[in-house]
């Protein structure tokens, strides 16, 4: 059932120390599709890479009775960890049937993973780059919709004060949908999840985040501290997801 999903995110915990064995760490590995021949924008991997890692926690296939269920509560469970990397060509083609969610938008798409042991990650998987996800585009710094054309959705707003790879950023941004669902009741999360989990990226600036801590501090917004294992200092505030209108045109998931 829906509500079953729903509380695993709300009730999200995490923490504890990670295992010895780094083959052990639980993760949740994200692709994203960069081909040569047409690169995709930052801002549009960033949308797709936060939707499909939300959209995945969300599935009937993430329920109670649904095979994703038990990797999905083991990494909840345990300190929440997202691996994103590159695929084009066949090797994008290839991963597209393990289990997971691929989303999309603006023509960018990204595939999230259902979470697993590291060292069990399909070959398929493995065998992709880590490094090498940066891609040119701006985010944009403005509201996502300033009249009545959007839908109730999140907004995620970057920490304009921290420098990110793409893949960094993708990460982030995929917790911060996973912890935004908790500012939704389970019938109003349940109504965004089935229009698509309809979200927006955005680069905030310095008056906008702090006003963003300010909310995240009382409840009002959902913020995403890193452990600090790459790129950023541990308890770095990334991102801060905050309900907003957003755009409709929402393309599908697979």
């Excluded at 960033?46 to 329920?63: E, K, N, P, S, Y």
């Excluded at 921290?162 to 960094?168: A, F, I, P, Q, T």
Aim: proline share 7%; with cysteine; charged share 25%.
């Amino acid at each position: 059932m829906f509500v079953d999903s729903y509380d695993r995110l709300v009730g999200y915990v995490g923490g504890g120390e990670d295992p010895e064995d780094p083959a052990d760490v639980l993760a949740m590995q994200m692709v994203l599709q960069i081909e040569k021949t047409y690169p995709p924008s930052r801002h549009g991997l960033l949308v797709a890479a936060a939707r499909a890692a939300v959209l995945l926690c969300l599935d009937d296939r993430a329920g109670p009775e649904g095979p994703w269920a038990p990797g999905l509560d083991e990494w909840c469970d345990a300190r929440i960890r997202k691996i994103a990397r590159r695929a084009r060509g066949k090797p994008w083609r290839d991963v597209q049937g393990l289990w997971g969610v691929t989303a999309e938008h603006d023509g960018c798409s990204v595939r999230a993973f259902v979470p697993g042991r590291v060292g069990d990650a399909d070959q398929r998987i493995r065998k992709l780059q880590i490094g090498g996800t940066d891609v040119d585009g701006d985010l944009p710094a403005e509201d996502p919709v300033d009249d009545a054309s959007g839908m109730d959705g999140l907004c995620l707003w970057l920490n304009p004060d921290l420098e990110m790879s793409v893949g960094k950023a993708a990460a982030q941004v995929g917790h911060a949908s996973m912890l935004g669902v908790a500012l939704f009741d389970v019938a109003d999360a349940e109504a965004w999840y089935g229009s698509g989990c309809p979200l927006d990226v955005r680069l905030a600036d310095g008056a906008r985040w702090s006003a963003l801590c300010a909310a995240a501090e009382i409840g009002a917004a959902a913020a995403v501290r890193d452990a600090g294992f790459t790129e950023v200092a541990p308890g770095s505030m990334t991102v801060i997801a905050e309900r907003a209108p957003v755009p409709v045109e929402q393309p599908p998931f697979l």
